[in-house]
């Protein structure tokens, strides 16, 4: 299992929940996973054409997919992963 | 420069800390600060930097004092409702420290004025609360050269980094390319924010800031700090260059202050 980490924004798909499971072989994987138990979160991290929209970013372990192999990053049992978007309140 | 029997007495407590001393204290009363909003972080930013004997600290806010505001902006009081943000935090500042200079500018920042503004001084902290100030701040303050320290939050969460790309760490734009267009994401009123969230990411600003400027500790230029006041957990993630930054890149696309800066209010 993946342990994923959903930001504040992203909450009211998860019920509320700041962290979820998933069993994902990639990261594009686990999107669609997310995206069938809580419908929505897909539109919320790709665009029309299914590319990681630029303002939200996704770490493996601390590390941006965008330096790995992107939406092909590979995942394994225990890996966490954070969606991290651009948030600019002051 | 010396320090007076007044500083040495009113900085003591900092000035017998061994990575600040007096050179160190003499450092930071000629230390030059930029406060990109006079809100939710600048207030609690501002408070520690002028605390700190900050020699030159400035105001940079459109707005004026709101009722609303008072949850969380700790440098202006019910008595401030209806001033300018710069001249009610202006009388917070000079009542806690009277040694310092502020320079306050009741305006919001754009293309035009913003670069011979953050060229005045040495580090500038974006405590905007809005996408497109952000990006223009960061824009400018790298062809300014300037160390930014960039905090921003939503609703119980909080983020924090340094922008030295002139220093070979990575710009704002390496973390977040693009801002979200506007109307996909909850617009300021409707978000809401923790007050006290706001004071545990500016006074990290004011420290990352005091940091920079006495060259002590560890930067955090290549991580991005992720606060969770919930469930009450910092992270940090990685915070690489980006070599297809279009900003600070080998091939930039953007090289002046030229782009469209005018993505409405979205958080």
């Known amino acids: ?90 | 420069m010396e320090l007076t029997d007044q500083q040495i007495q009113r900085y003591s407590r900092q000035i017998i800390l061994q990575d600040v001393g007096g050179k160190g204290q003499i450092k930071l009363n000629k230390a030059k600060v930029l406060l990109i909003g006079a809100g939710g972080l600048g207030s609690p930013a501002a408070l520690y930097l002028a605390a700190a004997g900050i020699g030159t600290i400035g105001l940079v806010d459109g707005d004026v004092v709101d009722l609303s505001n008072l949850q969380r902006q700790i440098l202006h009081s019910t008595a401030t409702i209806g001033q300018p943000k710069v001249e009610s935090g202006r009388k917070t500042l000079s009542a806690i420290n009277p040694d310092i200079a502020i320079n306050t500018y009741h305006q919001l920042v754009d293309a035009d004025n913003i670069l011979p503004l953050v060229s005045q001084y040495d580090i500038v902290l974006d405590g905007s609360d809005n996408f497109a100030t952000r990006f223009l701040v960061n824009d400018a303050c790298f062809f300014a050269k300037k160390t930014l320290i960039s905090a921003s939050m939503f609703r119980f969460e909080g983020q924090l980094t340094t922008i030295k790309p002139h220093e070979g760490y990575p710009c704002y734009r390496c973390l977040y390319p693009e801002p979200p267009p506007a109307g996909l994401v909850p617009n300021c009123q409707e978000a809401g924010v923790l007050g006290v969230l706001a004071g545990t990411m500016g006074i990290l600003q004011a420290s990352e800031a005091i940091k920079e400027i006495l060259g002590i500790g560890e930067t955090i230029a290549n991580k991005l700090l992720i606060y969770d006041a919930l469930e009450m957990k910092f992270r940090k993630v990685g915070r690489p260059k980006d070599s297809a930054c279009p900003l600070c890149g080998p091939n930039p696309k953007i090289k002046d202050l030229s782009s469209d800066y005018t993505v409405t209010c979205t958080i």
Request: glycine share 10%; proline share 6%; charged share 30%.
């Open chain 1, 1 to 90: 299992m993946i342990k994923v980490r959903i930001p504040t924004p992203l909450r009211p798909l998860t019920k509320g929940q700041g962290e979820v499971e998933a069993k994902a072989g990639s990261v594009l994987e686990m999107i669609e996973t997310l995206n069938q138990a809580h419908p929505g979160i897909k539109d919320r991290l790709c665009d029309e054409t299914g590319e990681l929209r630029r303002f939200v970013n996704i770490y493996v372990n601390e590390e941006d997919i965008r330096f790995l192999n992107g939406k092909e990053t590979f995942l394994k049992d225990g890996d966490e992963v954070s969606i991290v978007p651009a948030i600019a309140g002051g």
